[in-house]
Nanobody, 121 residues
Framework: QVRLVESGGGLVQAGGSLRLSCVVSGNRLHVNGMGWYRQAPGQSREYVAI???????DYADSVKDRFTIYRDNAENTVELQMNSLKPEDTGMYYC???????????????WGQGTQVTVSS
């Protein structure tokens, strides 16, 4: 019942920027953590960034000082601003959220379908 939809991916040259967005919809929700992960072909999915409901952030060492994560609690959206992109940033980027369904008090953890980011040399 909880659905995540990512957008904003595309093709960009090294040194360029992209801004990814993720919107969360479904039943009445209390969203806690929101984060971004990425996966290149033949590789494991890796952590990129996370933000708590109180706007505390954390980043993987590989993206620190280049990426910034934001969230809007009123609309249950999370965004990832990516600057100074490198070819090694190429991959499918996935949004992940966790929280509780207010009507049932059940916890949930959900992934989106992903948005492709390709950085050329």
């Amino acid at each position: 019942q909880v659905r995540l939809v990512e957008s904003g991916g595309g093709l960009v040259q090294a040194g360029g920027s992209l801004r990814l967005s993720c919107v969360v919809s479904g039943n009445r929700l209390h969203v806690n953590g929101m984060g971004w992960y990425r996966q290149a072909p033949g590789q494991s999915r890796e952590y990129v960034a996370i933000i708590s409901r109180d706007f505390i952030t954390d980043y993987a060492d590989s993206v620190k000082d280049r990426f910034t994560i934001y969230r809007d609690n009123a609309e249950n959206t999370v965004e990832l601003q990516m600057n100074s992109l490198k070819p090694e940033d190429t991959g499918m980027y996935y949004c992940n959220v966790n929280g509780e369904l207010l009507d049932s008090s059940r916890a949930f953890q959900t992934w989106g379908q992903g948005t492709q980011v390709t950085v050329s040399s």
